[in-house]
Protein backbone atom coordinates (compact mmCIF):
# COMPACT_ATOMS: atom_id res chain seq x y z
CA UNK A 1 0.00 0.00 0.00
CA UNK A 2 1.27 3.71 -0.73
CA UNK A 3 -0.44 7.01 -0.86
CA UNK A 4 0.49 9.64 -2.67
CA UNK A 5 -0.73 13.17 -2.69
CA UNK A 6 -2.52 14.02 -6.01
CA UNK A 7 -4.10 17.14 -8.15
CA UNK A 8 -4.28 20.59 -6.59
CA UNK A 9 -2.25 20.50 -3.75
CA UNK A 10 0.49 19.56 -6.24
CA UNK A 11 -0.49 21.97 -8.54
CA UNK A 12 -0.33 24.90 -6.16
CA UNK A 13 2.29 24.18 -4.61
CA UNK A 14 4.36 24.00 -7.08
CA UNK A 15 2.76 27.51 -7.93
CA UNK A 16 4.33 28.87 -4.95
CA UNK A 17 0.24 29.49 -3.88
CA UNK A 18 -1.27 28.41 -0.23
CA UNK A 19 -2.42 24.84 -0.65
CA UNK A 20 -6.08 24.95 0.72
CA UNK A 21 -6.60 20.92 0.91
CA UNK A 22 -4.84 17.67 0.08
CA UNK A 23 -6.64 14.77 -1.48
CA UNK A 24 -4.83 11.94 -1.95
CA UNK A 25 -4.66 8.80 -3.72
CA UNK A 26 -3.90 5.34 -2.41
CA UNK A 27 -2.08 2.51 -4.44
CA UNK A 28 -2.60 -1.54 -3.46
CA UNK A 29 -5.13 -1.30 -0.87
CA UNK A 30 -8.57 -2.75 -0.77
CA UNK A 31 -11.83 -1.18 1.16
CA UNK A 32 -11.34 -3.74 3.79
CA UNK A 33 -7.69 -2.79 4.35
CA UNK A 34 -8.45 0.89 5.05
CA UNK A 35 -11.20 0.32 7.03
CA UNK A 36 -9.39 -1.98 9.25
CA UNK A 37 -6.44 0.88 9.30
CA UNK A 38 -8.84 3.25 11.06
CA UNK A 39 -10.16 4.72 7.52
CA UNK A 40 -14.05 6.25 7.25
CA UNK A 41 -15.60 5.03 4.00
CA UNK A 42 -17.67 8.19 2.92
CA UNK A 43 -17.58 7.38 -1.20
CA UNK A 44 -20.88 6.69 -2.61
CA UNK A 45 -19.75 6.23 -6.46
CA UNK A 46 -16.40 4.82 -5.75
CA UNK A 47 -14.36 3.92 -2.51
CA UNK A 48 -13.34 6.93 -0.73
CA UNK A 49 -12.49 7.79 2.84
CA UNK A 50 -11.34 9.95 5.54
CA UNK A 51 -8.01 9.72 7.62
CA UNK A 52 -8.52 9.04 11.23
CA UNK A 53 -6.44 11.90 12.35
CA UNK A 54 -6.02 14.74 9.72
CA UNK A 55 -10.20 13.42 8.33
CA UNK A 56 -8.24 14.43 4.44
CA UNK A 57 -9.82 12.38 1.36
CA UNK A 58 -8.36 9.01 0.45
CA UNK A 59 -9.47 7.74 -2.30
CA UNK A 60 -8.71 3.93 -3.80
CA UNK A 61 -6.88 4.53 -7.36
CA UNK A 62 -9.41 3.89 -9.93
CA UNK A 63 -10.29 3.91 -13.78
CA UNK A 64 -13.50 4.80 -15.35
CA UNK A 65 -15.20 4.07 -18.07
CA UNK A 66 -17.86 5.84 -20.08
CA UNK A 67 -21.37 4.39 -20.80
CA UNK A 68 -24.16 7.64 -21.48
CA UNK A 69 -24.32 10.55 -22.12
CA UNK A 70 -23.50 13.05 -19.61
CA UNK A 71 -21.23 13.90 -16.56
CA UNK A 72 -23.13 10.92 -14.54
CA UNK A 73 -22.63 8.40 -16.99
CA UNK A 74 -19.47 6.46 -16.07
CA UNK A 75 -18.64 3.32 -14.28
CA UNK A 76 -15.80 3.10 -12.31
CA UNK A 77 -13.55 0.45 -11.42
CA UNK A 78 -11.06 0.40 -7.89
CA UNK A 79 -9.07 -2.20 -6.49
CA UNK A 80 -5.30 -2.61 -5.66
CA UNK A 81 -4.51 -3.62 -8.91
CA UNK A 82 -5.12 -0.38 -10.16
CA UNK A 83 -1.72 1.50 -10.94
CA UNK A 84 -0.70 5.16 -10.57
CA UNK A 85 -0.34 6.17 -13.68
CA UNK A 86 -4.19 4.27 -14.48
CA UNK A 87 -5.43 6.60 -12.10
CA UNK A 88 -3.70 10.13 -13.05
CA UNK A 89 -4.49 9.42 -16.90
CA UNK A 90 -8.26 10.08 -16.24
CA UNK A 91 -7.64 13.17 -14.65
CA UNK A 92 -8.30 16.46 -16.28
CA UNK A 93 -5.46 18.37 -17.01
CA UNK A 94 -1.93 17.80 -17.07
CA UNK A 95 -1.37 20.04 -14.50
CA UNK A 96 -3.79 18.11 -11.70
CA UNK A 97 -2.40 14.74 -12.84
CA UNK A 98 0.70 15.10 -11.22
CA UNK A 99 1.56 13.09 -7.44
CA UNK A 100 3.47 13.18 -5.20
CA UNK A 101 4.66 10.28 -2.98
CA UNK A 102 5.86 10.06 0.66
CA UNK A 103 9.19 11.24 0.15
CA UNK A 104 8.23 14.18 -1.25
CA UNK A 105 9.33 12.80 -4.83
CA UNK A 106 7.01 13.90 -8.10
CA UNK A 107 5.49 11.75 -10.09
CA UNK A 108 4.56 13.28 -13.69
CA UNK A 109 3.93 10.40 -17.07
CA UNK A 110 2.31 13.53 -18.51
CA UNK A 111 4.24 16.27 -18.31
CA UNK A 112 2.16 18.19 -16.08
CA UNK A 113 5.40 20.46 -14.52
CA UNK A 114 6.30 21.72 -17.70
CA UNK A 115 2.72 22.82 -18.50
CA UNK A 116 2.81 24.53 -15.31
CA UNK A 117 5.91 26.22 -16.52
CA UNK A 118 4.50 27.66 -19.53
CA UNK A 119 1.31 28.39 -17.95
CA UNK A 120 -1.09 26.15 -19.92
CA UNK A 121 -3.77 23.94 -19.45
CA UNK A 122 -4.15 20.89 -21.72
CA UNK A 123 -6.03 17.95 -20.92
CA UNK A 124 -4.22 14.59 -20.29
CA UNK A 125 -5.86 12.62 -22.41
CA UNK A 126 -8.63 12.15 -25.09
CA UNK A 127 -10.72 10.52 -22.02
CA UNK A 128 -11.54 14.48 -21.34
CA UNK A 129 -14.12 14.21 -24.04
CA UNK A 130 -16.10 11.90 -22.35
CA UNK A 131 -17.05 14.30 -19.34
CA UNK A 132 -18.79 17.80 -20.18
CA UNK A 133 -17.88 18.83 -16.31
CA UNK A 134 -14.50 19.54 -17.69
CA UNK A 135 -15.38 21.96 -20.11
CA UNK A 136 -16.76 24.04 -16.57
CA UNK A 137 -13.55 23.32 -14.72
CA UNK A 138 -11.72 24.27 -17.23
CA UNK A 139 -13.19 27.40 -17.98
CA UNK A 140 -13.52 28.03 -13.69
CA UNK A 141 -9.66 27.40 -13.62
CA UNK A 142 -8.87 29.96 -16.22
CA UNK A 143 -10.67 32.45 -14.00
CA UNK A 144 -9.14 31.18 -10.94
CA UNK A 145 -5.49 31.53 -12.80
CA UNK A 146 -5.92 35.09 -14.60
CA UNK A 147 -3.78 37.14 -13.18
CA UNK A 148 0.46 37.52 -13.43
CA UNK A 149 2.26 35.72 -12.89
CA UNK A 150 -0.04 32.82 -12.81
CA UNK A 151 -1.68 33.60 -15.81
CA UNK A 152 -2.81 30.51 -18.19
CA UNK A 153 -3.82 29.77 -20.76
CA UNK A 154 -6.08 27.08 -22.74
CA UNK A 155 -4.25 24.84 -25.49
CA UNK A 156 -5.40 25.11 -28.60
CA UNK A 157 -5.84 21.41 -28.42
CA UNK A 158 -7.66 21.38 -25.75
CA UNK A 159 -10.25 24.33 -26.73
CA UNK A 160 -10.80 22.41 -29.83
CA UNK A 161 -11.68 19.31 -27.96
CA UNK A 162 -14.00 21.20 -25.82
CA UNK A 163 -15.41 22.97 -29.47
CA UNK A 164 -15.94 19.02 -31.03
CA UNK A 165 -17.52 18.19 -27.14
CA UNK A 166 -20.22 21.05 -27.30
CA UNK A 167 -20.67 20.31 -30.98
CA UNK A 168 -21.73 16.80 -29.87
CA UNK A 169 -24.10 18.07 -27.40
CA UNK A 170 -22.25 16.75 -24.34
CA UNK A 171 -23.11 20.03 -22.36
CA UNK A 172 -26.49 19.63 -22.89
CA UNK A 173 -26.82 16.61 -20.92
CA UNK A 174 -25.26 18.73 -17.60
CA UNK A 175 -27.93 18.79 -15.01
CA UNK A 176 -28.87 22.50 -14.12
CA UNK A 177 -27.43 22.05 -10.34
CA UNK A 178 -23.83 20.73 -11.57
CA UNK A 179 -23.97 24.20 -13.85
CA UNK A 180 -25.03 26.35 -11.00
CA UNK A 181 -21.93 25.21 -8.96
CA UNK A 182 -19.52 25.56 -11.28
CA UNK A 183 -20.74 29.00 -12.10
CA UNK A 184 -20.96 30.39 -8.87
CA UNK A 185 -17.74 28.78 -7.82
CA UNK A 186 -15.96 30.64 -11.13
CA UNK A 187 -17.71 34.09 -10.33
CA UNK A 188 -15.84 33.83 -6.56
CA UNK A 189 -12.51 34.04 -8.45
CA UNK A 190 -10.01 36.29 -9.12
CA UNK A 191 -11.34 36.90 -12.95
CA UNK A 192 -14.87 35.96 -13.35
CA UNK A 193 -14.77 37.42 -16.93
CA UNK A 194 -12.34 34.60 -17.95
CA UNK A 195 -14.50 31.48 -17.63
CA UNK A 196 -16.92 33.33 -19.92
CA UNK A 197 -14.52 34.06 -22.89
CA UNK A 198 -13.79 30.30 -22.29
CA UNK A 199 -17.29 29.18 -22.07
CA UNK A 200 -18.06 31.40 -24.94
CA UNK A 201 -14.81 30.60 -27.52
CA UNK A 202 -15.64 27.01 -26.85
CA UNK A 203 -19.14 27.36 -27.58
CA UNK A 204 -20.54 26.20 -24.25
CA UNK A 205 -21.75 30.01 -23.29
CA UNK A 206 -24.64 30.04 -26.10
CA UNK A 207 -25.57 26.22 -25.27
CA UNK A 208 -25.54 26.95 -21.25
CA UNK A 209 -26.35 30.59 -20.83
CA UNK A 210 -27.62 31.83 -24.43
CA UNK A 211 -29.01 35.05 -22.66
CA UNK A 212 -25.77 36.04 -21.37
CA UNK A 213 -23.74 34.97 -25.07
CA UNK A 214 -26.44 37.13 -27.08
CA UNK A 215 -24.85 40.56 -25.54
CA UNK A 216 -21.93 39.89 -27.63
CA UNK A 217 -22.03 42.38 -30.97
CA UNK A 218 -24.82 44.21 -28.97
CA UNK A 219 -23.43 48.23 -28.78
CA UNK A 220 -23.35 50.21 -26.06
CA UNK A 221 -25.67 53.16 -25.60
CA UNK A 222 -23.86 56.21 -27.32
CA UNK A 223 -24.05 58.29 -23.97
CA UNK A 224 -21.51 55.23 -22.72
CA UNK A 225 -18.79 53.63 -24.64
CA UNK A 226 -20.12 53.05 -27.87
CA UNK A 227 -17.15 51.38 -28.98
CA UNK A 228 -17.56 48.13 -26.78
CA UNK A 229 -20.28 46.14 -27.05
CA UNK A 230 -22.35 45.15 -24.09
CA UNK A 231 -20.73 41.82 -23.31
CA UNK A 232 -17.60 43.00 -23.19
CA UNK A 233 -19.40 45.83 -20.41
CA UNK A 234 -21.04 42.89 -18.46
CA UNK A 235 -17.41 41.51 -18.11
CA UNK A 236 -16.33 44.61 -16.87
CA UNK A 237 -19.06 44.82 -14.37
CA UNK A 238 -18.57 41.13 -13.15
CA UNK A 239 -14.26 42.03 -12.49
CA UNK A 240 -15.37 45.28 -10.87
CA UNK A 241 -17.12 43.04 -8.50
CA UNK A 242 -14.50 40.45 -7.99
CA UNK A 243 -11.97 43.35 -7.62
CA UNK A 244 -13.80 44.57 -4.57
CA UNK A 245 -14.70 41.34 -3.13
CA UNK A 246 -17.87 41.45 -3.44
CA UNK A 247 -20.75 38.77 -2.78
CA UNK A 248 -21.69 35.98 -4.80
CA UNK A 249 -25.49 37.04 -4.89
CA UNK A 250 -23.77 41.03 -6.23
CA UNK A 251 -21.25 39.09 -8.47
CA UNK A 252 -24.55 37.19 -9.93
CA UNK A 253 -26.51 40.90 -10.40
CA UNK A 254 -23.54 42.13 -11.67
CA UNK A 255 -23.26 39.71 -14.15
CA UNK A 256 -27.20 39.85 -15.04
CA UNK A 257 -27.76 43.32 -15.09
CA UNK A 258 -28.08 44.11 -18.67
CA UNK A 259 -29.29 40.68 -19.93
CA UNK A 260 -32.31 43.09 -21.75
CA UNK A 261 -30.29 44.33 -23.99
CA UNK A 262 -29.75 41.35 -26.10
CA UNK A 263 -33.53 41.45 -27.44
CA UNK A 264 -33.85 45.30 -27.24
CA UNK A 265 -33.69 47.87 -29.60
CA UNK A 266 -30.83 50.00 -29.25
CA UNK A 267 -32.54 53.11 -30.46
CA UNK A 268 -34.86 52.86 -27.79
CA UNK A 269 -32.13 52.50 -24.78
CA UNK A 270 -30.70 56.14 -23.77
CA UNK A 271 -34.85 56.88 -22.82
CA UNK A 272 -34.12 53.25 -21.17
CA UNK A 273 -37.84 51.75 -22.43
CA UNK A 274 -38.34 48.50 -22.55
CA UNK A 275 -34.72 46.10 -21.53
CA UNK A 276 -34.91 46.68 -17.96
CA UNK A 277 -38.26 44.66 -17.82
CA UNK A 278 -37.07 42.44 -20.94
CA UNK A 279 -34.33 42.19 -19.11
CA UNK A 280 -36.67 41.27 -15.88
CA UNK A 281 -38.16 38.41 -17.50
CA UNK A 282 -34.73 36.57 -18.75
CA UNK A 283 -33.09 37.09 -15.57
CA UNK A 284 -36.79 35.10 -13.87
CA UNK A 285 -36.26 32.46 -16.75
CA UNK A 286 -32.76 31.60 -16.60
CA UNK A 287 -32.91 31.33 -12.64
CA UNK A 288 -35.85 28.63 -12.93
CA UNK A 289 -33.84 26.75 -15.32
CA UNK A 290 -30.39 26.45 -13.62
CA UNK A 291 -32.12 26.55 -9.90
CA UNK A 292 -30.43 29.48 -8.81
CA UNK A 293 -30.53 29.92 -5.03
CA UNK A 294 -32.83 32.62 -3.98
CA UNK A 295 -30.97 34.96 -2.41
CA UNK A 296 -28.88 35.52 -6.16
CA UNK A 297 -32.19 35.13 -7.75
CA UNK A 298 -34.00 37.73 -6.20
CA UNK A 299 -30.93 40.19 -6.11
CA UNK A 300 -30.09 39.66 -9.73
CA UNK A 301 -34.18 40.44 -10.86
CA UNK A 302 -33.97 44.13 -8.77
CA UNK A 303 -30.64 44.55 -10.11
CA UNK A 304 -32.16 44.29 -13.71
CA UNK A 305 -35.21 46.21 -13.13
CA UNK A 306 -33.77 49.00 -11.23
CA UNK A 307 -30.10 49.46 -11.74
CA UNK A 308 -31.12 52.42 -14.31
CA UNK A 309 -33.21 53.95 -11.73
CA UNK A 310 -30.49 53.85 -9.17
CA UNK A 311 -29.02 56.07 -11.91
CA UNK A 312 -31.97 58.42 -11.88
CA UNK A 313 -32.01 58.75 -7.90
CA UNK A 314 -31.17 62.38 -7.97
CA UNK A 315 -33.89 63.17 -10.72
CA UNK A 316 -36.59 61.23 -9.00
CA UNK A 317 -39.28 62.75 -6.87
CA UNK A 318 -39.62 62.00 -3.21
CA UNK A 319 -42.91 59.92 -3.59
CA UNK A 320 -41.06 57.93 -6.94
CA UNK A 321 -38.18 57.55 -3.95
CA UNK A 322 -40.40 55.83 -1.94
CA UNK A 323 -41.70 53.39 -4.45
CA UNK A 324 -38.44 52.14 -5.43
CA UNK A 325 -37.53 51.65 -2.10
CA UNK A 326 -40.71 49.63 -1.44
CA UNK A 327 -40.94 47.68 -4.73
CA UNK A 328 -37.58 46.47 -3.47
CA UNK A 329 -38.92 45.72 0.39
CA UNK A 330 -36.03 47.88 1.69
CA UNK A 331 -38.12 48.28 4.96
CA UNK A 332 -37.72 44.61 5.66
CA UNK A 333 -34.65 43.56 4.09
CA UNK A 334 -32.53 46.84 4.12
CA UNK A 335 -29.31 44.96 3.68
CA UNK A 336 -30.32 43.51 0.17
CA UNK A 337 -30.95 46.56 -1.09
CA UNK A 338 -27.71 47.85 0.09
CA UNK A 339 -26.36 45.14 -2.15
CA UNK A 340 -28.24 46.70 -5.16
CA UNK A 341 -27.68 50.12 -5.27
CA UNK A 342 -23.82 47.82 -5.18
CA UNK A 343 -24.47 46.23 -8.04
CA UNK A 344 -25.56 48.96 -9.84
CA UNK A 345 -22.23 50.69 -8.84
CA UNK A 346 -20.12 48.07 -10.27
CA UNK A 347 -22.95 48.88 -13.78
CA UNK A 348 -21.36 52.35 -13.51
CA UNK A 349 -17.69 51.76 -12.62
CA UNK A 350 -17.73 48.70 -15.07
CA UNK A 351 -16.59 50.67 -18.08
CA UNK A 352 -13.50 51.24 -20.00
CA UNK A 353 -11.25 54.16 -19.68
CA UNK A 354 -13.35 56.26 -17.40
CA UNK A 355 -11.33 59.17 -15.56
CA UNK A 356 -12.82 61.10 -12.39
CA UNK A 357 -16.20 59.56 -12.91
CA UNK A 358 -18.27 60.13 -9.89
CA UNK A 359 -21.66 58.07 -9.04
CA UNK A 360 -23.09 59.47 -5.78
CA UNK A 361 -26.72 58.23 -6.55
CA UNK A 362 -26.02 55.05 -4.54
CA UNK A 363 -25.33 57.89 -1.05
CA UNK A 364 -27.87 59.42 -2.01
CA UNK A 365 -30.36 56.60 -1.54
CA UNK A 366 -28.53 55.26 1.91
CA UNK A 367 -29.63 58.67 3.21
CA UNK A 368 -33.21 59.02 1.65
CA UNK A 369 -34.29 55.60 2.61
CA UNK A 370 -32.70 56.44 6.18
CA UNK A 371 -35.13 59.35 6.30
CA UNK A 372 -37.61 57.21 5.41
CA UNK A 373 -36.46 54.43 7.86
CA UNK A 374 -36.77 56.94 10.66
CA UNK A 375 -40.16 57.58 10.30
CA UNK A 376 -41.97 56.21 13.70
CA UNK A 377 -45.12 53.42 12.12
CA UNK A 378 -45.83 52.85 15.41
CA UNK A 379 -46.77 56.64 16.47
CA UNK A 380 -48.55 57.20 13.06
CA UNK A 381 -50.74 53.77 13.54
CA UNK A 382 -51.11 55.22 17.64
CA UNK A 383 -52.33 57.80 15.81
CA UNK A 384 -55.17 56.37 13.71
CA UNK A 385 -56.52 53.95 16.39
CA UNK A 386 -60.04 53.04 15.07
CA UNK A 387 -59.24 53.93 11.62
CA UNK A 388 -57.04 50.88 10.52
CA UNK A 389 -57.82 51.60 6.90
CA UNK A 390 -55.94 55.14 7.12
CA UNK A 391 -52.85 53.87 8.41
CA UNK A 392 -50.72 52.04 5.59
CA UNK A 393 -51.42 55.81 3.61
CA UNK A 394 -50.76 57.83 6.53
CA UNK A 395 -47.35 56.14 7.17
CA UNK A 396 -46.27 56.44 3.47
CA UNK A 397 -47.19 60.37 3.55
CA UNK A 398 -44.92 60.66 6.43
CA UNK A 399 -42.31 58.60 4.47
CA UNK A 400 -42.79 60.68 1.40
CA UNK A 401 -42.66 64.21 3.70
CA UNK A 402 -39.37 63.08 5.63
CA UNK A 403 -37.85 62.03 2.53
CA UNK A 404 -38.80 65.52 0.72
CA UNK A 405 -37.23 67.18 3.88
CA UNK A 406 -33.87 65.42 3.12
CA UNK A 407 -33.95 66.10 -0.70
CA UNK A 408 -34.62 70.19 0.30
CA UNK A 409 -32.03 69.97 2.33
CA UNK A 410 -29.39 67.68 0.23
CA UNK A 411 -30.24 70.49 -2.28
CA UNK A 412 -28.88 73.09 -0.28
CA UNK A 413 -26.13 72.11 0.48
CA UNK A 414 -25.03 71.16 -3.10
Known amino acids: MKTYVVG ?127 ILRVARFAARFSVEPVKFSVAPETMELMRQMVAAGEVDALVPERVWQELARGLMEARPSRMFEVLRECGALKRLLPELDALWGVPQPPRYHPEIDTGIHVMLVVDYAAQHGYSLPIRFAALMHDLGKGTSDPEKWPSHHGHEQRGVALVEALCQRLRVPGECRDLAIMTARDHGNVGRAMEMRPATLLELFERNDAFR ?70 VQKFCRKSMLVD
Open 8 to 134: GAVRDRLLGLKVQDHDHVVIGATPRQMVALGYTPVGKDFPVFLHPKTHEEYALARTERKTAAGYKGFVFHADENVTLEQDLIRRDLTVNAIAEDEDGQLIDPFHGQRDLQDRIFRHVSEAFAEDPVR
Open 333 to 402: KPQRFFDMLKAAECDCFGRADLVDVQFPQPAYLIEAFAAAQAVNAGAVAAAHLGQPQKIAEAIRQERIAA
